[in-house]
């Protein structure tokens, strides 16, 4: 019952061709059990609940091959949960995962053979080994899964730094000897390493100045034409996005709003919510701007509102915003969105 | 002609290391009327932090403020003792920071920190100091303030917490603020929220504002002037309306071409070459010439500051043709 409206949505997907990869609706949820003191309180009776935070609630989200999909949400709406759940970082509490139609087996568990699936993570300080050199970051995946030979690794890991625009040189240096920009291109060069089909980028360029983020953003763009790569471009810049992806796709709290592609969903938003986001962005309009706030706040994952997410915050809310679900219909051609105003 | 609020000349901040000497801030003077809001632009390394901070008087050994003046209403802050610059710091000049917990105490409770602060620098009673306090809170927009006094700064969301920090900033109604990238790690609605404030108390109270970012289209919907820091130097200011429109420096035009809505979707973005330059290794002559297309053997000398009209200046040999029609 839950899941019903989901239905049009998936045989929206299903009409085309298969898509590359297809999570249909997936959920992840995070529970904090109780610790010892609490379940002995809990044995005299105190009311005691484990505390359940729903990062994903039932997305569905198929990507094809060659399309770049922009993935926009605000800090906590659940964005790079669904990221890390598409590399396979993170088990799925409901739903499932389909590569080409088959479902795919989580991480860690699959024996022999590389996933097609990469990520390249914010921040590329976190996500490099400070102890291992380049040529170990980058290389050692390929040898150990079997795509170069030990000895070729070094060939192998130089023409990479080569194709992502770094020195030869930088093959013997550790990640700290690199500035913000070149550790961006570290990161990108290990995601390639092993020959995927598909990359998750979450807020890969976020953390750049903008001289460097526009150069990262052409490497990607270079990457995708000669790799026939396909991206889940997960990011809170609604420019970065509307450059980069084929397709726009838009979470709050959880739940996907809306979907379009990219001239449409900028040209013709439709949820409130987007409407709002869109209004907000910050563009190199000097007229001095009046900001029109969207109210409040995410509201708390661990008591997300009734009905649709978005009701406390929407200036058109009506009471059956508190107490309905809306569906997420097909509302103009590839246009889709969650929203009580279209329509009954 | 209005007196400005705060009066920079020719501020140098130097840096001296074993490996040399970094100039973090080289010979920056601008100038700012009450109620003007300035966004100082400029990368990571720029220097623009550290304007802010040599004007706090927050710099700290192997740090050294060289020469130059920084004015507040006619007095000198450079040089004055630590005790003075105390009673003028949280009082006359407040900053705030990009990361609210760099303001906020996370072990005592807000009203405990906000009370300190007025009480530093007011002759009130506790139960006044309390009333200003809540009605700050108030004023950034904080719901049930009364209540929420008695809270500890983990108990706010990350804006909610930026707007402790600007109440805090505003209890002593300062002359001017300092802000240093107060909204950059804050989502696009929280930002925007944040910055209506931020506009709508600077016009009431006539407070000065520099605001500090590396986002230009912040900028432009928010200050009045603006000024492009590239190593350490103020390489273009002006109104933004001048700068934006019709940027001078080829650095400034760069970073403007860099913005995605300036560029067509699905082609490769315009970028600027190459990385800043170390502080240690500054070349001769203008800072950006490596990167420069329009670069030639002239820039091997320090440009001079060249006055377009209209309070519009640039520190280029070779600038941009001027895209606005002469007036």
Known sequence: MKFEHNNMEIQATASLAQPLLEMRRVSKRFIKPLDAAAKIAKLFGARLKEETVHAVDGVTLGVHAGEVVGLIGESGCGKSTLGRMAVGLHSLSDGARLWRGEDMVPLGRQRGGNSPIQMVF????????PRLRVRDIVGEAPVVHGLVAKRQQDDYVKSLLERVGLPQTALTRFPHQFSGGQRARVGIARALA??????????????????????????????????????????????????????????????????????????????????????EAPTLDVRKKTFIAIKGE????????????????????????SIERPEFREIAPMHFSACHLNGN | ??????????????????????????????????????????????????TGFSIMGLIDAPGKIVDGSVRLNGRELVGIGEEQMRSIRGNKIAMIFQDPMMTLNPVLRIDTQMVETVLAHQNVSTAMALQIACNA??????????????????????????RVAIAIAMLNNPELIIC??????????????????????????GTALIWITHDLSVVAGLADSVSVMYAGRIVESGTVREVIESPRHPYTHGLLGCAPSRNVRGRPMQQIPGMTPQLLQLPSGCAFRDRCARASELCRVAPHLVHAGQGHEYRCFHPMENTREAA
């Open chain 1, 122 to 129: 914010q921040d590329p300080h976190a996500s490099l080994n």
């Open chain 1, 194 to 279: 092993v020959k995927p089909e598909f990359l998750v980028c979450d807020e890969a360029v976020a953390a750049l100045d903008v001289s460097i983020q526009a150069q990262v953003l052409n490497l990607f763009m270079a990457l995708r034409e000669e790799f026939k790569l396909t991206y889940l471009f997960i990011s809170h810049d609604l420019g970065v996005v509307r450059h980069l992806a084929d397709r726009v796709v838009i979470m709050y709290l959880g739940r996907i709003v809306e979907s379009a592609p990219t001239d449409e969903l900028y040209s013709h938003p439709n949820h409130p919510y987007t409407q709002g986001l869109l209004a």
């Open chain 1, 298 to 321: 995410l509201p708390s994952p661990l008591a997300p509102p009734s009905g649709c997410h978005f009701h406390p915050r929407c200036p058109h809310a009506m009471a059956r915003c």
């Open chain 2, 1 to 50: 002609m209005e007196k400005p609020v705060l009066e920079v000349k020719n501020l140098t901040t130097h840096f001296t290391s074993r490996a040399g000497i970094g100039k973090a801030v080289n010979g920056v003077s601008f100038s700012l009327k009450a109620g003007e809001i300035m966004g100082l632009v400029g990368e990571s390394g720029s220097g623009k932090s550290m």
């Open chain 2, 137 to 162: 809170l108030r004023r950034v927009g904080i719901p049930s303030a009364g209540e929420r006094l008695s809270c500890y700064p983990h108990q706010f969301s990350g804006g909610m917490r930026q």
């Open chain 2, 180 to 205: 240093d990238e107060p909204t950059t790690a804050l989502d696009v609605t929280i930002q925007s929220q944040i910055l209506s404030e931020m506009q709508k108390l600077c016009k009431e109270s």
